[in-house]
């Protein structure tokens, strides 16, 4: 049992970070209808900048943690603003295309400037583990279960709740009659790639501490994210915070049980297997959604 828990504890938090980075790809999916292979790198710019902010510079947690996501953020915007808004009757491949080049030139300048080495962080807070039936638990993994909380409650409270939120849905239910009802989608996509980059960046930051942040950890970061979304239905940000979760214990479990040799591949197994038998993703999809209107 206490092998179980503990296992279940390190699942729990691998997949609240599998669920922030798979949210991410989906904001900016139904934006656009791309996956953004960029994304992995936006959660180590987080994860980097938080760590220069914080044992460089000696700036405090709080403030050095809005800073790194802002920053990120200006990141996610200009990329958006530079790279995608200029191409005039875009084709899905060449979109993707272009955030595949952006994701290397992202990893290219995080090497330069954070060079190859691993970047150590300090916890939120130094308190001691918590033991739970003999199981240790971390106060940052508290610390990122909590946040990704907030995260999710923040989500469904902006696309629910807030007018620009509503947009942004009517802009991914269906984009042309957005703009015939005078949304500027362009702008909505803007806003997606920004709220995409915060998520990743927070996602970034909050596991650094556990794991230590490197120029080259993104791309699999990326992969667990999106197979995450993937499993969850793409288009589907709270099936992907579901599937995250489950995606991290059955790591963790495999891990512990099996041999920690496979955990990687686990993921790559599980959204295969998903793919052959449900296409759309355990919990459904936008994409189904539209299949069927055809």
Known sequence: MTDWLQFLFM??????????????????????????????????????????????MD?????????????????????????????????????????????MLFKGSAMCFWGKGSHYMRH?????PLEIMGATIMPQTLWIIGILILVVIGYVLFFNCTMTGKCMRACAINRDAARLAGINDRRMVMLSFALSAAIGAI????????????YAR?????????????????????GAVAAGLLLG???AMAGGYIS??????IALVIMLVVLFARPGGLFGSSEEVRLKEF
Do not use: W
């Open 59 to 103: 700036f405090s947690i709080v403030f050095a943690f809005f800073l790194s996501v802002g920053f990120v953020t200006i990141v996610g915007i200009l990329m958006e603003r530079l790279t995608i808004n200029p191409v005039r009757r875009p084709t899905v491949l060449r979109l993707i295309i272009i955030t595949i080049a952006v994701s």
């Open 203 to 214: 996602a970034g930051i909050i596991i650094t501490p556990l794991i230590q942040m490197d």
């Open 249 to 251: 214990t059955i790591e």
């Open 11 to 56: 699942g729990i938090q691998r997949g609240a970070i599998y669920a922030m980075v798979a949210m991410g790809f989906n904001m900016i999916y139904n934006a656009t209808g791309i996956i953004n292979f960029a994304q992995g790198e936006f959660v180590v710019l987080g994860g980097l900048m938080m760590v220069s902010l914080t044992m460089v």
């Open 124 to 128: 939120f807070t130094e308190a001691q």
């Open 218 to 238: 993104g791309a699999l970061l990326g992969l667990k994210g999106f197979g995450a979304a993937v499993i969850g239905g793409l288009g589907n940000s709270m």
């Open 260 to 265: 920690s040799h496979y955990m990687d591949a």
